[in-house]
């Protein structure tokens, strides 16, 4: 016990002052110091400033301000609405259709063709025509225009009309005369049954070639 006591008496420090000045702060084992290289630093560019907005006008409550009036369309049932008067219209007049006797579904009826139909029928009247304007013509007409040996050729056409009647009757060749003749043999073609377009009455065209020989006398 003595010994042990005695033991901690000798342990026993006070602490003396230090002098900082001293101290070698540096020693065998001093830690390198680390070099920093500062670049130049650029500082980042202030924000940007917003415009302060224009002055807004402020209208003072007293100021009357125009507002555009959007007119209703809707009528008060006491409104009285007024009569329109009535608008003249123009009839269009209706084109008349014209088939050429080639192209048309029921073919013009000659006399003494009836109760024939399709090429039959226009079969007929052709033959009919032409055997009465050869019947017809005067072919001394050719003779006296000193046209003797020659062939001779007009060119005709006509429309039979809805009513079946010959009409619009056009007649070519080098010899007004003979144009002359030819209108006249045409315009005594007997009136026909008309012919019909999708069961209508229509105008149909014909063209006939009066072609002949003179002989020589």
Known sequence: MLFLSWRLIELKTYEKAIDIDKL???GEDEEETLEVNVEDFTPPPPPKQVAPPEEIEVVE?????KEDIVASTETDDEEEIEEVEDIDTEEVEEIEEEVAFQ????????PGCEGKKGKALKDCMNTKIRKFVAKTFNTGIASDLGLSGERVKILTQ?????????TNIKARSKYKDLEKEARRVISRLPKMKPGQQRNRPVKVTYTLPIIFKVEDE
Not at 61 to 65: I, Q, S
Not at 158 to 166: E, R, S, Y
């Open 24 to 26: 070698n702060l540096k």
């Open 103 to 110: 192209f048309i579904q029921n073919p013009p009826i000659y």
């Open 158 to 166: 006509f429309t039979i009309d809805k009513n079946g009647k010959v």
């Open 61 to 65: 409550d007293e100021e009357d301000v």
